[in-house]
């Protein structure tokens, strides 16, 4: 069965300051996805990553994937205040179909 | 449209009752997804259709829970003898082909409260 488990599940950090949010998952996958939440929006896409050692840079949001530890990271430079949201990483596994598996998200805060 | 539409955002019904949710997809998008959202949780997968067809209904939590897609664009989910542990947001998702890689672009989602 694949799972995924994101720590922490809450971050609260000073603007400025440097952060990672870790993503790990129970099984083989094919792809792994970040996604963004704010309050009572829906998700929105920020990075798709297909292989081992991919990293994808926006902004101050980098996120890299390691395949042979099953973990991905989400790391965050000078946090500001409108990166406040619940982030969301999740895999699939094209022997399970199209389906996505999420971990339960990391709220952040950014405390100016 | 430009994104994935859903009606109604809210929905609130009483335990028993029959409810429909429905998803627009983006225009052109093959593939189409139901997750379920409770408070404090990420998404939950319920079915994906590739088409006009469920390719994959292994979420969907008993048989009160249906979607169809008739036309291969629009979907309703449609939920019976509603109960409360069905309060949620229900997110739709579309994408293009449904291959490797394709991005689930996910739309606002419908509460749905159970009293």
């Known amino acids: 069965e694949l799972k995924v488990e994101q720590n922490p599940l809450f971050l609260s950090m000073q603007e400025g300051k440097n952060y990672t949010i870790y993503c790990n998952y129970s099984?083989?996958?094919?792809?792994l996805y970040w996604y963004r939440q704010d309050p009572g929006k829906s998700l929105e896409s920020l990075f798709v990553l297909l292989s081992n050692g991919a990293v994808k840079q926006e902004g101050r949001l980098m996120a890299s994937l390691d395949t042979k530890a099953r973990l991905s990271t989400l790391h965050i430079t000078a946090a500001v205040h409108d990166l406040s949201a619940t982030y969301f990483c999740?895999?699939?596994?094209?022997?399970?179909?199209?389906?996505?598996?999420f971990g339960a998200g990391t709220i952040l805060r950014v405390k100016s | 449209g430009a994104g994935v539409s859903q009606t109604p955002s809210n929905k609130v019904t009483e335990k028993g009752k029959y409810v429909e949710l429905r998803c627009d997809p983006i225009?052109?998008?093959?593939?189409l997804y139901w997750y379920r959202q409770s408070l404090g949780q990420g998404p939950e997968f319920l079915i994906y259709f590739q088409g006009t067809g469920a390719a994959d209904d292994s979420g969907l939590p008993n048989d009160r829970f249906f979607a169809v897609r008739p036309e291969g664009s629009v979907s309703t989910l449609k939920i019976q003898r509603t109960e409360r542990g069905d309060s949620a947001v229900y997110l739709c998702?579309?994408?293009?082909?449904?291959?490797?890689?394709?991005?689930?672009?996910f739309g606002p989602g419908t509460r749905l409260t159970v009293l």
């Open positions: 998702a579309s994408s293009l082909t449904g291959g490797s890689p394709d991005t689930q672009y």
């Open positions: 099984t083989t996958s094919d792809r």
């Open positions: 225009s052109g998008h093959t593939a």
């Open positions: 999740a895999v699939d596994r094209l022997e399970y179909g199209n389906k996505l598996v």
